[in-house]
């Protein structure tokens, strides 16, 4: 065999066995990513279960904590309305992480949505509700921040929270059905 000829097969072996291992490599990184997604996502969801508004805002995108005024401004709301809530009744019963989207990389980050199921009492009501966190990877902390993904759909609020925000998820629309108790 020409060694011209013998040299290629090397150059396409090496680029095959090149890519092979590029793309187990994004496959396994891909899968770490959404069972970090999938871990941060149960731990913000048992916060708030707890009501430990502080782990919650941890894992808020700092986006959003600006745009409320900052950290302590976000939790002196969120106690203010849970505390008058839990007044008139209010309970958390289940705060349930269903699952991840497939992961995409967009715009110089890595992203998804998480379907969460919550169960609530409030005014004599069980309310169950399906809802979805768009899911943001904060490649130098190694964790995951999350806004609701509803919010995607309020233009003027995504333009202060996200400017000129594009994503190809597909992220679904939420869902509540309530029954008297």
Same mark, same amino acid.
Request: charged share 35%; proline share 2%; hydrophobic share 30%.
């Given at each position: 065999m020409p060694k011209k000829i013998r040299m #290629? &097969?090397?150059k396409l072996t090496f680029l095959m066995l090149l890519l092979c291992c590029s793309s187990i490599s994004?496959?396994? %990184? #891909?899968?770490? *990513?959404?069972? $970090?997604? *999938?871990r941060d996502a149960k731990i913000a969801s048992q916060a708030t279960l707890k009501m430990d508004f502080d782990k919650v805002l941890d894992y808020t995108h700092p986006n959003a904590l600006k745009i /409320?005024? !900052? &950290?302590?401004?976000? /939790?002196?709301?969120?106690?203010t309305t849970f505390s008058t809530m839990k007044e008139n009744g209010f309970v958390f019963e289940k705060a349930d992480v269903l699952g991840v989207s497939e992961i995409v990389f967009e @715009? #110089?980050? +890595?992203?998804c949505y998480i379907e969460n199921f919550n169960q609530m009492v409030f005014n004599g009501m069980r309310i169950k509700s399906k809802s979805y966190l768009l !899911?943001? +990877? #904060?490649s130098e902390a190694n964790f995951w921040y999350?806004?609701?993904?509803?919010?995607?759909?309020?233009?003027a609020m995504m333009d202060k929270v996200f400017p000129n925000f594009? =994503? $190809? *998820?597909?992220?679904?629309? @939420? $869902? =509540? %059905?309530?029954e008297k108790i």
């Open positions: #290629n &097969k090397i994004f496959a396994q %990184t #891909n899968e770490e *990513l959404k069972a $970090s997604a *999938l /409320m005024g !900052g &950290k302590e401004k976000a /939790m002196e709301l969120i106690e @715009d #110089n980050e +890595y992203r !899911g943001i +990877y #904060n999350f806004v609701e993904a509803k919010e995607l759909k309020n233009k594009k =994503t $190809s *998820l597909k992220i679904p629309e @939420d $869902s =509540t %059905t309530s």
